[in-house]
């Protein structure tokens, strides 16, 4: 069974920074892709981040710069460093991986951005 299980997420004041994680277990299958996304309340859920197998990443433009997506392909690990950050990054950032046949999300971590 394929487990996605984020952390890092939290109360943070504006301008601080926070590193997310999410570990997958349980996949039989190479990952192609990892991606961070967030929802916020009353929004669309949105992709923040993405990262191939082979470390092509690529962010929505208003993330470029401020975050960077890293992976760890031996432990089957995918990071969002976060900096800068403001009020309108607060939402629940889910991970989400990529195999050739299947597509398996994360829980979800909240992340608050407030003084």
């Known amino acids: 069974q394929v487990q996605l299980v984020e952390s890092g997420g939290g109360l943070v004041q504006p301008g601080g920074s926070l590193r997310l994680s999410c570990a997958a277990s349980?996949?039989?299958?190479?990952?192609?892709?990892m991606a961070w996304y967030r929802q916020a309340p009353g929004k669309q859920r949105e992709l923040v981040a993405l990262?191939?197998?082979?470390?092509?990443?690529d962010y929505a433009d208003s993330m470029e710069g401020r975050f960077t997506i890293s992976r760890d392909n031996a432990k089957n690990t995918v990071y969002l460093e976060m900096n800068n950050l403001t009020p309108e990054d607060s939402a629940v950032y889910y991970c989400?991986?990529?195999?050739?046949?299947?597509?398996?999300w994360g829980q979800g971590t909240q992340v608050t951005v407030s003084s």
């Open positions: 989400k991986i990529n195999t050739l046949t299947r597509n398996f």
């Open positions: 349980g996949v039989l299958s190479k990952i192609i892709r």
């Open positions: 990262i191939t197998s082979g470390g092509t990443t």
